[in-house]
């Protein structure tokens, strides 16, 4: 059988378009650890060429596909403008559909995506998280687990430190005269493992004029990273369904925004939703970008702190927010901000890579801790979830500890006035 069916395979026009200049090589996370030519960019697209002419999908093609992180640091790098990430999405969905995976995988990945993607499910299990973290009960099952099981291990050390749950109110109003109606993304993980820095979020807003109207739910980044399109298609469309009548709609998870500044593309083909998700890519925001765009009206507060900030790929790579945090956080009056060697390398979260993908996920994770670490900062910040919960683990393994913290929680901590003991 061909590696790919009819429906939406690799663009062959898109994968002329790589003259494998080598350009991408130094930008690869897998690469840069391996030295691997199909473990790069290029050797992939390579691969997809060969499925694209007719050669099955083999299980070393396979293995080559599910290493990429995705962190599109080689759209960037590439001279030649080569959409590797339109690709690997659609590669990774013809894999979906077509490879047959063992089943003890089939069963993990099914764990993942039964739960992750529900608030609902998530939060049931915040509970018993919590009584299983006071406890102190993974020092004592770290080790067995790891070699019983490293995915379940993976997944059990990436578990953030849960403290009280911040619900958000439906509709919080604008501060002074109304800039803008915000229709903020509350999310799936980070609603109920990251609710102070929806919370936050809220605040800023709020602060610089905004009116927040809130909204559940996942928005199938988690699912369309791995190729589980039509999954992805239905969280966006209950994410359109959510925003109707706001000016902007804001996400605050750096893969969350990228998937939804996607939507035009991922449900081109629904007559139903096709405009109306055109029309919501296109007001999607990251929070540093609407807040950049807006400019400040809330007085900044001193913080006295030494910063550095790490970029999460799928705000720098996916959606080219560099700038916006950088400057936001250089608004702060005392903030030294300080920036991380090898920032353009993934640390290795990547949706859930970490977790499907645990050695080498921890090999970047500790190789981004040690970056953090030589900035000599006292707080790590950075726009994603899921790099504060890699990179946490990454700095525990080594026997340090840095404070960490989303962006809009330091602007939060700077516009009340808080002291820098409440971030570190």
Known sequence: ????????????????????????????????????????????????????????????????????????????????????????????????????????????????????????????????????????????????????????????????????????????????????????????????????????????????????????????????????????????????????????VVANVAGCGSSMKEYADLLHDDPAYAERAAELAAKTRDVSELLAELGPVAPRHPLPITVAYHDACHLSHGQGIRRQPRALLRGIPGLDLREIAESDICCGSAGVYNLLQPEPARELGERKARNVLATGAELLVTANPGCLMQIRAALERTGNRVALAHVVEVLDASIRGLPPSALV
Request: glycine content about 8%; hydrophobic content about 40%.
């Open 1 to 248: 059988m061909p590696a790919f069916d009819a429906v939406d395979p690799p663009r062959r026009d898109l994968i002329d378009d790589c003259v494998h200049c080598g350009f991408c090589l130094p930008s690869c996370p897998t690469y840069v650890l391996w030295g691997e030519e199909m473990d790069s960019p290029r050797g992939r697209i390579h691969l997809m060429k060969q499925g694209v002419e007719g050669a099955p999908l083999s299980d070393a093609m396979v293995q080559h596909f599910d290493a990429c992180l995705g962190c599109l640091a080689c759209v960037t790098a590439c001279p030649s403008g080569v959409r590797y990430d339109r690709l690997i999405e659609a590669t990774r969905s013809q894999v979906e559909r077509q490879y047959p995976r063992p089943l003890r995988d089939r069963l993990f990945r099914a764990l993942i995506f039964q739960l992750f993607p529900y608030p609902r499910r998530l939060r049931a299990l915040r509970g018993p998280l919590r009584l299983y973290q006071r406890t102190g009960l993974s020092r004592l099952i770290a080790r067995p687990l790891a070699r019983i099981a490293p995915r379940l291990a993976a997944m059990e050390s990436l578990a953030p430190p849960l403290g009280p749950m911040h619900r958000l109110p439906e509709r919080v109003p604008a501060h002074g005269t109304r800039r803008a109606t915000v229709g903020l993304l509350a999310g799936c993980v980070q609603s109920v493992f990251f609710s102070p820095v929806n919370a936050a979020t809220a605040r800023v807003l709020a602060a610089e004029g905004c009116e927040v109207v809130t909204g559940q739910g996942c928005c199938g980044a988690l699912s369309l990273h791995v190729g589980r399109t039509e999954e992805a298609r239905r969280f966006a469309r209950g994410v359109v369904d959510t925003f109707t009548g706001v000016d902007y």
